[in-house]
């Protein structure tokens, strides 16, 4: 059972767009959900973080969106640009800290 | 300040065999993950050390799996004997302190090919 879902599973957005991509889950013990950025060959980077007492966090032009009640999130990157091209995923951690998991991914690619 | 190094970068190997790779987390880290990310999804964790004692391995398959963090720093995670559906990318990441609210940091991985 999939514990976090992404959509979509693939995005293709002109420069200087937005890029959307959401997230949902069930489990109402995840309390910190982090985003993260891997590019071909490399090993995930974390992005940006959320805790749900909050409803909105950005860092530059990344800025995630949480919806608690909705149980959804999302990432939002304003001004997309080539660099940007990679794949995203979302993940979820539990209140205990040893449940860790994983959106499917999607992969964005910037069109110049 | 050096990253989470992994060897091998990659490996190929017959299904029956067996198979270690290694990390070695940032100086100072005391926590120490290991992933397992098949093509086209999203990492899985499969153990999470905090120093040389285990936090968690509820995904680990112990029937063929192994990890072990002897003294606190570098890890090994072995598979005996390795199936088809092991192929995957395997990930070591570290973080100051466990619980997953610090930022973890991911080696490169080792690509594994089960053959």
């Known amino acids: 059972q999939q514990q976090v879902k992404q959509s979509p599973q693939s995005l293709i957005v002109q420069k200087g767009g937005i890029s959307i991509i959401n997230c949902a889950y069930e489990n109402t013990a995840f309390d910190y959900f982090p985003w993260y950025q891997q590019f071909p060959g490399k090993g995930p980077a974390l992005l940006i973080a959320?805790?749900?007492?909050?409803s909105e966090k950005k860092e530059g032009r990344f800025t995630i969106s949480f919806n608690k009640s909705a149980k959804q999130f999302s990432l939002h990157i304003m001004d997309s640009q080539p660099g940007d091209s990679a794949t995203y995923f979302c993940?979820?951690?539990?209140?205990?800290?040893?449940?860790?998991?994983f959106g499917t991914g999607t992969s964005l690619t910037v069109i110049p | 300040e050096a990253g989470v190094a992994q060897s091998p970068r990659y490996k190929i190997i017959e299904k029956r065999q067996s198979v270690a790779f290694w990390c070695n987390p940032i100086s100072g880290h005391a926590t120490l993950y290991w992933y397992q990310q098949i093509l086209g999804q999203g990492p899985k964790l499969l153990i999470q050390?905090?120093?040389?004692?285990?936090?968690?391995d509820s995904q680990l398959p112990k029937d063929r799996f192994s990890a072990e963090r002897l003294k606190g720093v570098d890890s090994t995670l072995k598979i005996q004997p390795a199936k088809l559906e092991d192929s995957a990318v395997y990930l070591c990441?570290?973080?100051?302190?466990?619980?997953?609210?610090?930022?973890?940091?991911f080696g490169p991985g080792t690509r594994l090919t089960v053959l």
């Open positions: 990441a570290s973080s100051l302190r466990p619980g997953g609210r610090d930022t973890q940091y």
């Open positions: 959320i805790r749900p007492d909050v």
């Open positions: 993940a979820a951690i539990s209140n205990t800290g040893n449940q860790f998991y």
């Open positions: 050390f905090q120093n040389n004692g285990v936090v968690d």
